[in-house]
C-alpha cells in the first residue's frame, strides 16, 4: 500500500489555525490559514473542516486562536474568549466533538493562553494515538466477525485523516485491514448531496493504492443484495448513552439494508464522540442546511427555480441495528433488534464466531496491566444467544461425551447450559480450597499468574468420556489442567471447549493432544 500523504488537516502555524481546505478536494489540495474565529466558524459551517474529530480540534484550536488574540499585559481577556468560545461550541450543533473540544480548552484559560495552546497542541498528538487505538480494536473485530476470506467494505462519508488529525476512524479502520492483507474492494457510497464520499474517501483510498469503485448511495442495499459487501463500516458524530449514532445522513439506511441482509454494521468512533448525558438518540440535535446543496451542485443548478428542500445534514441509527460501537477503550456491543422492528430475515442468526465477536467487551490492563481481558457479558445478557452456543456445541459433538466437567468460574456458564440441554452429568473443576473432602488438583499458569484446580474424587468416574469446558481458551493452561483431572480421576477426555479462543498464545498448541472446539477466534 503506498503511504498516503503527510500533510495534516489541521495544524497550528506561528499564530494561525492551517487546514486543508476539504471543498476543494480532490481538484486542487488547498490550505486555509485562519487569523480570526469567524474565519474558522465560516470554515466549519461550509465543511471547509469537516469531521467530527476534526471539528473537535478546530474547537480547541480556535480557543487558543481567540486566547492569543485576546492577550494583553494584564492577562488574556476571558470575558471575549468566552464568547468566542460559545459562538465557535455552536457552529456545528450535532457534532458534539466540537463542543468537548471547546470546553476542554477553556478549562486552560486561567492558566494563560500559552497554556491554552499547548493543551490544543496536545489533542492533535491524542487525537493520533486514539485513532490508531481505535483502528487496530476495530480491525480485529472486523476480522473475527468475516474471517478467512478477502473483504468487500462499504463505507459511508469520509471517516480518514481528512476527518481527523491523523489515521481516521472508519477509514482508517479498511486502510489497517488493506496493510494486513484482507482488503479486495471498497464501495465508496458517494454521500450526497456533497459528496464527501465520492470527492474525499475515494481520493484518500486512491492515495493509499486501496481498490475501490463508487456507489450511489441508493444502490447499496442493492449492492448487498447481490452479495457485493461483508462489512459496513462508517463514523459517528455522536453517539447516545444507549448507542443511538448520529452520523451523515444515509447513514440510518445502509444500517437496515445491513441489518436486512444479515450483514455487520460497525460504527468507529473515540470516545470523545460519546456524549453520555444524551440517553437516547431522540435528544440528537440534527443539523439542516440550505436547499442550495440539494438544488444544485457547484454552480449547475438541477432543479426547478424556487424548488424547496428536505436536507438534513444527519441522521440517527438506532442501537439496535448496530452490530459493534468501537473506540480507543472499548467494544460495545449495543442491542439487537426488537421484536417487530425488522424482518425475520434481519433477525435469522448468524454464525457462532460472528455472534460471539459482536457481543465480545475488552477491556485493557484486567486483572494486571498488560492484560486484556475479554468481557462475556454482552453475550450472557443477549436473549436466546446462550442456548444458541449450547445447541451448537451439542450438534457438533453429538454422542461423544457421557460428562461435561466445567471450568470455575465462567465455565459453569456454557457447562450448565450444554447439561440442561443434552441431559448429561454436570462436574464442577474449582479452583484451590473450595471442594469439601478428597480431591483431585492440577496447578496450571495464567496469563498473570499461576492457579490449581481440584475436583472431587468421586465426580469423575473411570471410563467415563468427559467434555471440558471453559468460556476462553488463551495460553491453554486451565483446559489442559481440566484435561489432567479427567485423565488423573481414570476418565477420558472427549474433547475440550471454549467460547472464544485467543490467536497468537500457543494455546491450540498446547492442547494439540485433544480435540478442541473453539466457537470464536479473535487475535490476542
Not at 494561525?16 to 469567524?38: G, M, W
Not at 465455565?411 to 484451590?432: D, I, M, Q
Amino acid at each position: 500500500m503506498t503511504p498516503p500523504s503527510v500533510v495534516p488537516s489541521i495544524t497550528w502555524d506561528d499564530g494561525v489555525i492551517v487546514a486543508i481546505d476539504q471543498r476543494a478536494l480532490p481538484c486542487e489540495q488547498r490550505l486555509l490559514r485562519i487569523e480570526t474565529i469567524s474565519q474558522l466558524i465560516e470554515s466549519l459551517q461550509s465543511l471547509a473542516i469537516r469531521g467530527a474529530p476534526a471539528i473537535g480540534l478546530a474547537g480547541a484550536l480556535g480557543v487558543a486562536l481567540s486566547a492569543r488574540l485576546h492577550h494583553a499585559d494584564c492577562g488574556v481577556g476571558e470575558e471575549a474568549v468566552r464568547a468566542d468560545a460559545a459562538r465557535l461550541a455552536e457552529a456545528r450543533p450535532t457534532a458534539v466533538n466540537l463542543a468537548w473540544g471547546v470546553r476542554r480548552a477553556l478549562a486552560r484559560l486561567e492558566s494563560g493562553h500559552e497554556a491554552v495552546l499547548a493543551d490544543a497542541l496536545a489533542m492533535l498528538d491524542e487525537d493520533t494515538t486514539t485513532n490508531r487505538a481505535a483502528v487496530r480494536r476495530a480491525a480485529d473485530l472486523v476480522e473475527a466477525l468475516v474471517p478467512e476470506r478477502p473483504l468487500r467494505v462499504m463505507t459511508h462519508c469520509n471517516t480518514g485523516r481528512l476527518a481527523t488529525a491523523a489515521v481516521g476512524t472508519a477509514l482508517g479502520t479498511i486502510l489497517e485491514l488493506a496493510d494486513r492483507g484482507r482488503i479486495e474492494e471498497v464501495l465508496v457510497d458517494e454521500t450526497r448531496p456533497l459528496l464527501q464520499g465520492a470527492r474525499l474517501t475515494a481520493w484518500e483510498l486512491g492515495e493509499a493504492g486501496v481498490p475501490y469503485r463508487l456507489c450511489v448511495d441508493s444502490a447499496a442495499a442493492a449492492a448487498m443484495d447481490r452479495g457485493m459487501v461483508d462489512c459496513v463500516l462508517v463514523g459517528a458524530d455522536r453517539i447516545a448513552a444507549n448507542g443511538d449514532t448520529a452520523n451523515k445522513i444515509g447513514t440510518y439506511g445502509l444500517a437496515v439494508s445491513a441489518a436486512r441482509h444479515g450483514i455487520p454494521f460497525v460504527v468507529v468512533a473515540p470516545e470523545s464522540t460519546w456524549d453520555l448525558e444524551l440517553h437516547d438518540g431522540s435528544g440528537i440535535v440534527v443539523e439542516d442546511r440550505a436547499h442550495s446543496e440539494v438544488t444544485g451542485f457547484g454552480d449547475t443548478v438541477t432543479a426547478p427555480a424556487g424548488a424547496a428542500a428536505f436536507n438534513p445534514a444527519f441522521d440517527v441509527t438506532p442501537a439496535e441495528l448496530i452490530t459493534a460501537l468501537v473506540s480507543e477503550q472499548r467494544t460495545v456491543r449495543p442491542g439487537r433488534a426488537r421484536p417487530g422492528i425488522l424482518p425475520d430475515a434481519a433477525r435469522t442468526a448468524g454464525t457462532p464466531q460472528s455472534d460471539i465477536a459482536a457481543l465480545l467487551t475488552e477491556i485493557p490492563d484486567h486483572p494486571s496491566s498488560g492484560v486484556v481481558f475479554r468481557d462475556l457479558a454482552g453475550l450472557y445478557a443477549e436473549p436466546g444467544m446462550l442456548a444458541r452456543l449450547a445447541s451448537h456445541v451439542a450438534e457438533r459433538l453429538d454422542g461423544q461425551f457421557d460428562r461435561i466437567l466445567a471450568v470455575e468460574s465462567r465455565g459453569f456458564v456454557l457447562g450448565a447450559a450444554l447439561a440442561a440441554l443434552t441431559g448429561r452429568p454436570l462436574s464442577l473443576a474449582r479452583k484451590a480450597g473450595r471442594l469439601p473432602g478428597p480431591v483431585y488438583e492440577a496447578d496450571y499458569a495464567l496469563e498473570y499468574g499461576r492457579d490449581r484446580l481440584e475436583v472431587q474424587k468421586s465426580a469423575l468416574c473411570p471410563g467415563d468420556r468427559v467434555l471440558c469446558v471453559d468460556d476462553v481458551l488463551a495460553t491453554g493452561g486451565t483446559l489442559h489442567a481440566a484435561a489432567r483431572l479427567v485423565t488423573v480421576s481414570g476418565a477420558r477426555v472427549a474433547g475440550l471447549v471454549a467460547l472464544v479462543a485467543l490467536r497468537g498464545l500457543g494455546g491450540r498448541q498446547r492442547l494439540s493432544g485433544h480435540s478442541v472446539l473453539a466457537l470464536c477466534e479473535v487475535p490476542a
